[in-house]
């Protein structure tokens, strides 16, 4: 019984540490599917993230120079993370050349 206590408090002081420092970062893959560059917002649909959310289109804030890179249609790998209510997306690497439509 002890220990089961002691191992709870334990886990309850690192779940708290981490939420604190907001240290957890994740891969992501996805393609975006729109640059909002006044507001630092890019918009992606994105792979499914294991035992974080599932596959779906959102938007994360990204800095001044990473937007610059992105368009709409273009695939990329990069990392996110949970800053307060929003989502960073940063370390993006850009995979090939943004899709167009072809009438």
Known sequence: MRTALSLLLLTIA???LHA???SA???????????IADRGIVVVKH????GVMRAMTMAFQV???????????????????RQGRNWHL??????????TKTP
């Open 20 to 22: 604190e420092t907001g």
């Open 14 to 16: 690192s779940v708290s």
């Open 25 to 35: 970062e994740y891969p992501v893959k996805g393609v975006v599917t729109r640059v």
């Open 63 to 81: 800095e001044a120079e990473t937007i610059a890179q992105l368009s709409a249609g273009q695939a990329l790998l990069g990392r996110i993370e």
């Open 47 to 50: 792979e499914e993230i294991p």
């Open 90 to 99: 940063f370390s993006v690497k850009l995979l090939g050349s943004p899709k």
